[in-house]
């Protein structure tokens, strides 16, 4: 799939982003992107902008403001007619770069990234002794 000059993604990962978006279908995944290897579990675009919004549901005026358009922006996404994907969205998410401790060590993390960026996957988590098997 064709996205421009030189720019690719992956058919078979385009389609689980699609499962997750459409079907709220979720899996553990580990990515490589430019070097990094990248492990956490596939989400749904709704599921995504729905838990971040959440961060700014408490806040001020503007937070509020924010988290609606968060919403608004999760809800597009389940209701898109379109069925090519363009970014993958991910939780509990840990970043590695070489043989240091992942970035971020600790916490849920949230992640969103190019689908066309990825240079490839298998499928299952990195486990270390900063995660806790479910």
């Keep these: 799939m064709s996205m421009g000059p030189g720019a690719m993604k ?26 990094a290897v990248i492990t956490g579990t596939i989400i749904s675009a709704k599921e995504y902008f729905d838990t971040l919004s959440e961060i700014f549901e408490d806040g001020d005026e503007v937070a509020q403001m924010l988290s609606d358009q968060l919403v608004d922006a999760g809800e597009a996404a389940q209701s898109q007619d379109n069925p090519e994907a363009c970014f993958i969205h991910m939780k509990d998410t840990k970043v590695y770069c070489g043989d240091s401790k992942p970035t971020p060590s600790k916490g849920e993390i949230l992640w969103r990234g190019k689908l066309s960026e990825i240079d490839g996957f298998f499928l299952g988590k990195i486990f270390d002794n900063s995660n806790k098997k479910a």
């Design 10 to 35: 992956d058919s078979i990962l385009e389609f689980f982003v699609q499962a997750a978006n459409k079907h709220d279908f979720s899996l553990d995944i580990t990515l490589n992107v430019k070097g």
